[in-house]
C-alpha cells in the first residue's frame, strides 16, 4: 500500500493541468455494488495513442482507444443501480436504445456514432464532467439541467450501444479531453502506479490493479461457452432429465501460468476433471468439466464442482458449489 500513500501526497502537489485542487472532483464508484461480489473493473482506459494498448500499469487490460473504465455487472440479468460518481448538473441525457450485447460487425454498425447507448453526461465545473454509458434502456431517472449529488441514482447497468457484456463505461474529462482517473495529469508514455488518482481514497483501496475473482460457478446440461454466461444462463439447480451435466467456472483478470482445476463430482465420486495453463494473461476465463447422462440415469445425491486456481504451486482462488438431485 506504500505507492497509494506516496501517490497520494503528489497530488497534492501537483493538480491535474495546473488546476487548483479544490476542482478536481474526486470519484465514486459509478455503481451501486460491491467490487469483488456484484462489479468488477473489466478495461480501464487507454493510454497508448499509437494502434497499441496501454493500461495505466502498463498491462494490456484495454483496448485501442478506449477513453473510459468499464465496471461490469456479471450477466445482463444482473440489477445494479449506476449513480453519480461526484455532484453536478445533467448536460445530456439518453435513453430508448435496446439493450443488446455487440456480437460482430453487423451489431457495431446499427449503433454507429450512439456507442454510448443509452447515457448521462454530468458537468461538474471547471471543466471537468463524467458520462456515464451502456444504461438499461428504460432505467435513465435525471432530467437535464438537474442537480445531481455524489451517489445519486442516474439509471441501471446494462448493455445498450456498443457492449459486448453488461457494464456501465464511466468517462471522465478535462476541458473535453479525456482523462484516466487512475493516472492524471500523465501526458507521456509514463505507466505503473496509480498516479495523481481521482478516485476517492475507498474506491483506490476497493481496485487493486487486474484483481483476480471468479464471477460465476454453477452447473449447466453440456458444454458452456462465454456468451451464455454473459446472457445470464445456467442459473437453475441441475435436473434428473439433463442429457449431459458440467460443472462451469468464470473468472476474471488470470494471469500467465495460472493452472485452472475443475472438478465435476457426483454422489459416487469424481466424474470428470479439466486443467488449463494459461500462457498468457486472460481478461476472462470459462472453463468446465463434464459428462454425458449415465445409462441408467444420474444417481440420486450431492453434485459438486471444484475449482482452483494455482500459480507456481500457490494456491490464488478457489470455490466449492453444490445441488442435490433427489
Ligand atoms: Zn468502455
Known amino acids: ?45 487507454d493510454h497508448d495513442p499509437s494502434g497499441g494498448v496501454k493500461d495505466y500499469a502498463c498491462g494490456s487490460q484495454s483496448y485501442d482507444g478506449h477513453d473510459g473504465t468499464d465496471f461490469r455487472v456479471r450477466d445482463t440479468s444482473s440489477r445494479v443501480d449506476v449513480i453519480a460518481s461526484a455532484a453536478g448538473t445533467v448536460m445530456t441525457v439518453r435513453d430508448g436504445m435496446p439493450d443488446r450485447l455487440t456480437r460482430g460487425a453487423e451489431d457495431e454498425q446499427a449503433i454507429a456514432s450512439l456507442e454510448c447507448g443509452n447515457g448521462v453526461l454530468i458537468a461538474h465545473g471547471g471543466g471537468w464532467e463524467t458520462q456515464y454509458c ?3 434502456r428504460g432505467s435513465v431517472l435525471p432530467q437535464v439541467g438537474e442537480a445531481v449529488s455524489q451517489g445519486q441514482k442516474l439509471g441501471e447497468a446494462g448493455y445498450s450501444g456498443l457492449a459486448a457484456f453488461p457494464h456501465v463505461h464511466l468517462a471522465l474529462r478535462k476541458d473535453g479531453k479525456a482523462v484516466d482517473p487512475f493516472r492524471s495529469g500523465d501526458e507521456g508514455e509514463a505507466c505503473g502506479a496509480p498516479q495523481y488518482p481521482l478516485w476517492t481514497d475507498d474506491v483506490l483501496a476497493a481496485l487493486p490493479y487486474a484483481r483476480s475473482d471468479i464471477i460465476g460457478q454453477g ?90 486456481i494455482t500459480n507456481a504451486g500457490r494456491q490464488r482462488l478457489s470455490q466449492s458449489w453444490q445441488s442435490t438431485i433427489e
Open 1 to 45: 500500500m506504500l505507492w497509494r500513500a506516496a501517490s497520494c501526497a503528489l497530488a497534492a502537489l501537483a493538480p491535474v493541468s495546473g488546476l487548483a485542487l479544490a476542482d478536481q472532483p474526486r470519484l465514486a464508484l459509478p455503481l451501486s455494488c460491491e467490487i469483488g461480489k456484484t462489479c468488477w473493473v473489466q478495461q480501464y482506459f
Open 134 to 136: 451502456h444504461l438499461r
Open 219 to 308: 452447473f449447466a446440461p453440456g458444454a458452456v461457452k462465454l456468451d451464455m454466461l454473459e446472457e445470464g444462463r445456467f442459473r437453475g439447480a441441475p435436473e434428473a432429465e439433463w442429457p449431459a451435466m458440467t460443472a462451469y467456472m468464470w473468472a476474471i483478470n488470470l494471469e500467465p501460468g495460472d493452472t485452472i482445476r475443475v472438478t465435476f463430482e457426483g454422489p459416487e465420486g469424481i466424474f470428470a476433471t479439466t486443467d488449463v495453463t494459461l500462457d498468457r494473461a486472460k481478461a476472462q476465463y470459462m472453463l468446465f468439466a463434464g459428462k454425458k447422462r449415465p445409462p441408467g440415469g444420474w444417481p440420486k445425491g450431492l453434485y459438486r464442482g471444484n475449482l482452483e
